[in-house]
């Protein structure tokens, strides 16, 4: 049995600039804008929702199997993901693309100058699921991220022409998507994830209220910041879980991403979902206290130790027989 993660892999390219914008712009002139910062500081990030998906559960000792497109540029990327335990071996290589790139320069006002290219990731439409599966087993999970929506649809289908179990997880794309793909990218989804404001903008663009979309998802997990998760199931009880409190949040990127691979990881081990939603809400914590969306290591003991006092002795003990690949 196997977990595939799809969706986008990029890096972020991270300027400041110690300066205002604002300063250098000349408002009557803008038609023949040409302007150049100097700037302080670069950071290169590794990012991609999938790709942050797939190294929290190579963290938690899986072996998950990343599905996207990329350019040549991959390489050291590619040889991160495989030392966290990440199977990058059905990664796409695009022959033409470099791999896709968010590229932003903030000034001291927090302004930002950002452009996203796209790249490689237009490839992962060329992308099938069925000779993955033949090489890595029958998919327990087939996660669908953001992605290039043409490949987010493609997806979609062949899980649902297949029986493949698949996670709808459109996140970024719902702004985007109208109603008809976000319809399609949903139904018959066997998890949905989102956030509170994707949430309204699932509803919102398809038409369909809550219970509709519970009527066409097994399962409806929203996640609520600082407040935790709420997770909505067809006719079953409403569980909620409160996030970890003792936390210092740094940057919140990626967030979303760890707690989704924490609730995967408990799923594929057999434990129920209130125990994955406190999996989930424990990787997170490690994300929203670190720059960065894979900067976190894992101690086996004291993430033992968090998660029975986050949640008790009972989690820690569930959780404890599963973590035996982490140090
Ligand atoms: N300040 C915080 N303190 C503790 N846990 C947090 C905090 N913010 C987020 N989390 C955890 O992360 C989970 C996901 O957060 P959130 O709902 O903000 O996701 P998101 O909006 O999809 O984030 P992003 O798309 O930026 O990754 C929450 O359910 C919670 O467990
Ligand atoms: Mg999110």
Redesign the pocket.
Known sequence: MSLLIAGSIATDHLMSFGGRFADSLVVDQLDKLSVSFLVDDLEVRRGGCAANICFGLGSLGLNPVLVGAVGEDFADYRAWLERHNVDCDSVHVSETRHTARFVCTSDTSMAQIASFYPGAMSESREIELKPIADRVGAPDYVLIGPDDPEGMLRHTDECRQRGYRFVADP?QQLAFGDGDLIRQLVDGAHILFS??YEASLITQKTGWSEQEVLDRVGTWVV????A??KILGNGAETITVP??SE?V?IE??????A?RAGFLAALAWGLDHRLAAEL??LL??HV?EKVGTQEYTLSRDKFLVRCEEAYGAETAAAIAPHLHTLH
Do not use: H, Q, Y
Not at 223 to 226: K, P
Not at 252 to 257: A, S
């Open positions: 996140s956030n509170e996640t609520l910041g600082a935790g998760v996030a970890l936390v949040a919140p990127t990626g967030v979303g991403d707690f989930g809400c997170a914590a929203v």
